[in-house]
């Protein structure tokens, strides 16, 4: 009697779950790295438009003051950003920070209400290792005149400042070398998997 029985036997079957595991942990290492491509590209967007809504907004009255009460309610900010609580967060889901300084002077904090306040600084906070180096290495303006004072990244999740940054410092206008970049976000000690960048404009 002819047995006409067909099928898989058991080593095909695990060659099958092998190739599909292989084309699933590739799937997912490229999903990864494009939604890592999506979040910075959203936070560099972000970062853009907040510089131009704030410029716009306050340009006509020569100063900042206000602003970091006043970004939410005057709608400078995205509303994917903001809430009702006030809190803002980036595509990293970080916080982010919108305050007041002096442009020409380094020394003066960047809390809100800065009597005089010509510049206004951005921090991002909860930015990954990688997001901080690309963000802390981009141009936002090049030179002294392009309204850009300078940048300043930390390791860890608290907040770099760029209080320190002012017009007519000798770095105005340029952001960090590649290698100073990776010194800043990844820090000394490289203990936290998260950084911090500020940026400060007039």
């Not at 916080?95 to 809390?111: F, K, N, P, Q, R």
Request: overall charge neutral.
């Amino acid at each position: 009697m002819k047995n006409n029985q067909t099928g898989r036997s058991m080593v095909e079957m695990l060659g099958v779950l092998a190739i599909i595991g292989v084309l699933s942990a590739g799937g997912l290492a490229g999903y990864s790295k494009a939604m890592f491509k999506h979040k910075l590209n959203s936070t560099m967007d972000q970062i853009t438009m907040l510089v131009t809504n704030i410029r716009t907004m306050y340009g006509a009255q020569g100063n900042y003051y206000g602003l970091a009460e006043d970004a939410i309610k005057l709608g400078i900010v995205p509303a994917v950003m903001g809430s009702a609580m006030g809190s803002l967060t980036n595509p990293f889901k970080g916080d982010v920070t919108i305050h007041e300084a002096m442009a020409t002077d380094a020394t003066t904090d960047s809390g809100s209400k800065v009597a005089g306040s010509t510049a206004f600084i951005l921090t991002y906070t909860g930015l990954p290792i990688e997001a901080c180096i690309a963000l802390a290495t981009s141009d936002f303006g090049s030179g002294a005149g392009s309204g850009f004072i300078g940048v300043v990244a930390a390791n860890g999740d608290s907040a770099a400042t760029a209080k320190t940054k002012k017009v007519g410092d000798s770095t105005e206008g340029t952001a960090y070398a590649m290698n100073a970049a990776i010194t800043a976000c990844r820090g000394e000690s490289n203990t936290k998997d998260v950084s911090s960048v500020s940026w400060k404009f007039y």
